[in-house]
Structures are given as C-alpha cells and as structure tokens.
C-alpha cells in the first residue's frame, strides 16, 4: 500500500485501487486530491503489470464533492488562469478500465468523479447528487454534460435544478449505475469484476472502451467507421491469431495484450 497525501493506492492481482483518503472532510476533492488520482490512473495506465483501475472511498462514503473551502475565495479569473478542470478532464483519456465502488454520499464532484469512470458499483443505499445549486454554482467538471447523456435532458434538469438526492437503484434504472450490491459487498462485487475484465483480451478492452466513447460522441456513421478501423487493427494482434486459435482447438485461449 502506498500512501500519498490524500489517496491510498495499492494493487491486488492485475487491479489498481485508488482509495479516496481525506476522511476527515468527507473526501472532498481538493487539487492536490484530483491531482494524485490523475498521476496513479496514467501511471497505471502505462504499466503493463495492471489491466483494470477501481477507485473508491471508505465504506461509509465515497465522497461528499469538490472542496468547498478551497474554492470558496475563488473568482473567474483564477478558475480560468488555474486552468481548475484541465486534470479532471484528462480522466477520460485514460484507455484502460476504471471501475468507480460507490458506499454512502456520491456528491458533485464526487458524481462526476464517478461518472468519468467507465462503470460504478453501488451499495443499495449510496446516495448521488449534484447539490451544486444550493451553493449558487453548477457541476463544472463535466456533470451535466454526462448525467443528461446517460438519463436524457428532462430528467437530468430536474435532478440538476432542485439538488436533490437519488438513490441507488434511482440511478440504476436510469443507467448511471451498473449494479447494487449490498452495502459490505460494494468492494469485493467491484473487485469480482474488475478482475473478470482484467481476464479478458487486453487490446479487445482498450479497443471497445475507445470505440464506446466515440460513438457517445459522433454520428452512428463516423462510430462506425472507427469501429470498423479498430477491428480491423486487432488482427495485427497475437492475440487474435490466440484466441481464435484456441477456439478452433477447443482450448482456453492465452491473451497476452500484444
Ligand atoms: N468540501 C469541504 N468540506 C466538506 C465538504 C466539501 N464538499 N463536505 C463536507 N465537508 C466537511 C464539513 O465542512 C465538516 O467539516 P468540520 O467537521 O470541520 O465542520 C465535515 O466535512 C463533516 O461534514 P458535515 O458535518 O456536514 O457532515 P453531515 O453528515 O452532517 O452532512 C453532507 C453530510 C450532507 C454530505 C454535507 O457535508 C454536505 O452537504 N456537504 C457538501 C456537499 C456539496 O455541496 N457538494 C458539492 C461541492 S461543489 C462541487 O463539487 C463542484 C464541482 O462541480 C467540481
């Protein structure tokens, strides 16, 4: 296990675990957090010994949001110079897997935290939310822009307008969650998964979650013909030779991730 200032990191198998560490605070997210979970996920991101990231918090919460007392004397000209979401950003362009393992409050910040991650496991009684209203603020890390894309422009309004809280099964039917589990399960369910993903072919992984995301954001038509390029370009790979080797040999396949 590693310590930084305000994360823990360790690895189990060929997963990553980030655990939001700031208890104290309710993890908001201060900078220095949102900085050292960007350092780990790119790091982890070039280190062929780790197929799949989680990032959590405790098992009473993941975290209550953007640090409200750091931002507090802010103005538009220091966000702006600061340049306040260019890391956060940069979540998405990580190509590996990142799981999100949600207990308890999931809030502004923290949602979109939770939203820039591929999938989130939540406990039956997490809560998500974007009170940002309540402060004379909005989301600013791209969680209106994710929450509409996922539950459609009405009901993302309504939940964004009035800051209020929805449950974890609210967000699993509207697809902003994968699955709730019991709230002790929420870490060992999402470390099922994540090395259920981890088993399979690599490049496969790297090359749906990168053609998933285009096709969030293009037309069916340019999608398509991005998926058709990756497809394509996985039969330069061993892998592929391996898998559908093994299955015309009718044995398990190796995957290597070359
Ligand atoms: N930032 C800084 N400190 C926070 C915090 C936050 N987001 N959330 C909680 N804390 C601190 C509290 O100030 C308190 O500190 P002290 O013990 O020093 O007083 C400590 O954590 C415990 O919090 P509470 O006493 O408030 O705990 P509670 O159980 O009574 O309430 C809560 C829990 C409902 C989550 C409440 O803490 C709360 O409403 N927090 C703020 C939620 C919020 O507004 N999040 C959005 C932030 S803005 C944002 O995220 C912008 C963005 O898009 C990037």
Known sequence: MVNKETIKTWTEDRVGVIQLDRSKVL???NRRMVTEILQTLEEW????????????GNDKLFAAGADIDEMAEDDSIS?????QFAEWDRIAWVKKPIIAAVNGYC???AFE???????????????????EINLGVMPGAGGTVRLTKLMGRTKALEWLWLGEYMTAKTACENGVVNRTVAPELVFEETMKLARKIARQAPLSVRMIKETVNKSVDHSVYEAMQFERKNFYMLF?????KEGMNAFVKK???RFKGK
């Open 45 to 56: 991101d070039r280190d062929d010994k780790i197929s799949v990231m989680v990032v959590t």
């Open 251 to 253: 044995r398990k396949p």
């Open 27 to 29: 993890n908001a997210l």
């Open 236 to 240: 330069s790979s061993e892998d592929q």
């Open 79 to 83: 966000l702006e110079l600061l340049n």
């Open 107 to 109: 809030l502004g910040g």
């Open 113 to 131: 935290l939770a939203l820039s991650c591929d999938l989130i496991v939540a406990a039956e009684d997490a809560q998500f939310g974007f009170p």
